[in-house]
């Protein structure tokens, strides 16, 4: 089946009584919303009411294509999924790329909405137009590689695409994730257990129609030229050599790489850790790209050494090189491929993993987790044998400290406690990504009002830092001056985390890939605009874009208001605020409680938000129609 | 003559790889013309002289130099000076 672009289909499937049913998306939702990420916040705004339990039948699982997925839009193969978040108790949304989105959308459905819970394991399989809800008690338990082979196996079609779990998901570990086309993660916050929840092992998918635009040939052309400049951009030859771990050398060399729990900004031999050092000595094995993407920047690894058997897998990416590696000490390339590995295996989040085990060999070094507690194992930063078996154990809730863990860092560091919470780097229950708040005033601000947490995968202000000519360009068309891609500088940060949280949001709404239009550049507002425009046929300007992303992050901000979300969660972990950087150039930086204030006032009065509550006023709800929308919140 | 250590990262025949060498430079010597001095002095095979400078990456002393401050940024005693191939991704930089 051939279908419009813009008549989107919201396929609903209620797993307690195998009923399914099609809805149609509000063309004019589709302007206000842009689609994918934006259209997935309305239905949870909508349809999941206040105080439910993330993990209970009530919270509802939406998967979301972006509006541009499955066209030939560059890097535009992205999925938004969004849900009650298990880990903060807050509005949850994760992005991932591969391919499964847009065979949902050759499937004929742009959003997939699952409700309620099967009573034994299941998992979904859209075949076109045939929707079945099938018995899954024989992938229960098992690892994500082997459900996505057996389940190809089982539908006798190995082109299909998949979005799965694995152990810890079905554990309801708080951190564990849902696995696209095998090698690609919707990883943060505990999406995965939503899932597990739900007794939903897997969604897999077939589709043979497509998607019929309205200004077809000047969208193809416009989408051929920002490919090309996509590839021009000084930023994508890096991310297609080395991947995203070829970051980890200039950070270190920048003393701004997260080290030893974020106690250390740099590390002897972090190249060893690198995207470089795997080309340079052979563990790169292959590259490849999402659905539409020209830059290629996943890669294929295999070990050497085989000091942990013969182990091929994807990536690893700059995070769990340091989350999985200088976070816990170890900077050993074949142990972090290996715990890449397993996190992939068992549905892990690494970049939470990571933090989990690194929190847990600070408190073992600092004697709070030791003899019983720590299960017998030596949890001394370094120990690449303990950082795998506590993998193992926290996919299955094993033994008092793999269940301990499994719940996150800042559960974790409750029942543990003593001074432990102090170097839990969570906040609202979320583990920070592996950047220097202290130093990166722009991040500082993003992560403190990132509706899920303390992460880049909301907001990516990577042009603050001014490294490339387009950085620099992008800083001074939102500041009016380039002088301010200096990342260490409080003035106009306000400026940059809102124009980029509005980008973001549209991006992630049109299914493209972040890299594009908040690392590099090519994809910028003006060009998704333009691709909207032709696509719909009908014209959407560059402001109005941004003005949608706006709406997204803002309705995003009334469904954390009405769950009780205030100002004072608007925090980043206490090591970033209370423990200046110790050594290098950004030696005694820190993002103190005043600073963080300082930027929290001007950011909030920027958006129109009370700056008591941090809630949208009236009048900005009014601004953006989303008055009606959220008059159950408590406005300011 | 002011003393500074100079470090290239992935110039060499290796990506991950850093060279590093305490070096003398004339007095009011920039990190531009250091740079220049370093590219003129390159085989025309080498990456060092090849490379589209927008690719390049300046720290000073761990801070990053923005390309058009290298001009008048000038070298003192006890300067480290980096040139790096560009890298990006995951998250800030």
């Known amino acids: ?636 | 003559m002011p003393e500074i250590t100079l470090r290239l990262f992935g110039f060499g025949s290796r990506a991950s790889g850093f060279d590093t060498e305490l070096r003398s430079v004339a007095a009011g010597t920039t990190v531009r013309k250091l740079w220049e001095e370093l590219r003129s002095s390159a085989d025309d095979t080498e990456l060092l002289a090849r490379i589209d400078e927008r690719n390049v990456v300046f720290l000073l002393n761990g801070t990053l130099i923005h390309q058009q401050e290298t001009n008048h940024t000038v070298l003192k005693d006890g300067d480290t000076v980096t040139y790096m191939v560009l890298a990006m991704g995951g998250q800030c930089y």
């Open chain 1, 1 to 636: 089946m051939i279908r419009d672009i813009g008549a989107q289909r919201i396929l609903n499937v209620d797993l307690s009584t195998g009923k399914t049913w099609l809805e149609e998306v509000d063309r004019e939702d589709l302007f206000l919303f842009l689609g994918g990420r934006g259209i997935n916040a309305k239905l949870l705004y909508e349809r999941v009411p206040r105080g439910i339990d993330p993990l209970g039948p009530d919270n509802l699982l939406i998967f979301g294509p972006g509006t541009l997925t499955g066209t030939s839009a560059p890097s535009s193969g992205r999925t938004s999924v969004t849900c009650k978040g298990p880990a903060t108790g807050l509005y949850l949304k994760v992005s991932v790329g591969g391919h499964l989105g847009a065979e949902l959308k050759y499937a004929g459905y742009d959003y997939v909405v699952i409700h309620s819970a099967a009573d034994d394991p299941a998992y979904l399989w859209i075949d076109d137009g045939s929707v079945e809800i099938r018995d899954a008690r024989h992938l229960w338990g098992l690892g994500t590689r082997e459900t996505d082979r057996l389940i190809r196996e089982e539908l006798g079609d190995d082109e299909i695409e998949v979005g799965l779990i694995g152990p810890a998901g079905e554990n309801g570990v708080l951190f564990s994730c849902i696995i696209f086309s095998l090698y690609n993660s919707a990883s943060r916050g505990g999406i995965g257990a939503v899932m597990g929840s739900k007794n939903l092992k897997a969604i897999a998918a077939r589709g043979t129609g497509g998607l019929r635009l309205a200004g077809g040939e000047g969208f193809s052309k416009l989408a051929l030229r920002t490919r090309q400049e996509l590839s021009e951009d000084a930023g994508s030859d890096s991310l297609y050599r080395w991947g995203t771990s070829g970051s980890i050398p200039p950070l270190n060399e920048l003393g701004m790489l997260a080290a030893y729990n974020f106690s250390q900004v740099t590390i002897d031999d972090a190249e060893k850790i690198s995207g470089q050092y795997l080309e340079d000595e052979g563990y790169l094995t292959g590259r490849e790209s999402c659905f539409s993407c020209s830059t290629a920047c996943h890669r294929f690894v295999r070990t050497k050494e085989h000091r942990y058997g013969v182990v091929r897998d994807s990536g690893p990416e700059l995070e769990t090189m340091l989350s999985l590696g200088a976070e816990c000490g170890i900077v050993d390339t074949e142990a972090v491929i290996k715990s890449n590995q397993l996190c992939n295996d068992y549905g892990l989040d690494v970049i939470s993993a990571g933090h989990v085990i690194s929190w847990a060999m600070e408190c073992y070094e600092k004697g709070l987790l030791q003899g019983e507690r720590a299960d017998g194992l030596d949890l001394r930063f370094g120990n690449a044998e303990s950082q795998l078996e506590l993998i193992r154990r926290i996919a299955r809730r094993e033994g008092l400290l793999g269940d301990l863990l499994a719940n996150g860092t800042r559960q974790a560091a409750e029942e543990v406690g003593g001074d432990s919470w102090k170097w839990a780097i969570q906040a609202k229950g979320l583990e920070q990504s592996a950047c220097d708040t202290r130093a990166a005033k722009s991040y500082a601000l993003a992560f403190a009002v990132n509706p899920r947490g303390p992460d880049h995968l909301m907001t990516e202000c990577y042009a603050e830092f001014g490294v490339t000519e387009e950085a620099r360009a992008l800083i001074e068309k939102i500041t009016g001056d380039e002088k301010y891609a200096d990342a260490t500088m409080l003035h106009k940060r306000s400026d940059i985390v809102r124009w980029h949280e509005d980008c973001y949001a549209a991006t992630d709404a049109l299914g493209f890939c972040a890299f594009t239009s908040t690392a590099a550049y090519a994809v910028n507002p003006e060009n998704m605009a333009r691709l909207f425009s032709l696509a719909m046929g009908i014209e959407l300007s560059e402001e109005e874009l941004m003005i949608a992303g706006r709406r997204i992050v803002t309705l995003e901000r009334c469904f954390n208001a009405r769950e009780g979300a205030r100002r004072e969660d608007d925090t980043l972990p206490w090591r970033m605020m209370n423990e200046p950087v110790q050594e290098g150039a950004n030696e005694g930086l820190v993002t103190d409680k005043d600073t963080l204030d300082r930027l929290l006032d001007e950011y909030y009065e920027m958006h129109g938000w009370d700056p008591r509550s941090g809630i949208p006023l009236a009048e900005t709800l009014n601004t953006l129609g989303l008055l009606d929308l959220c008059k159950d919140i408590e406005m300011g």
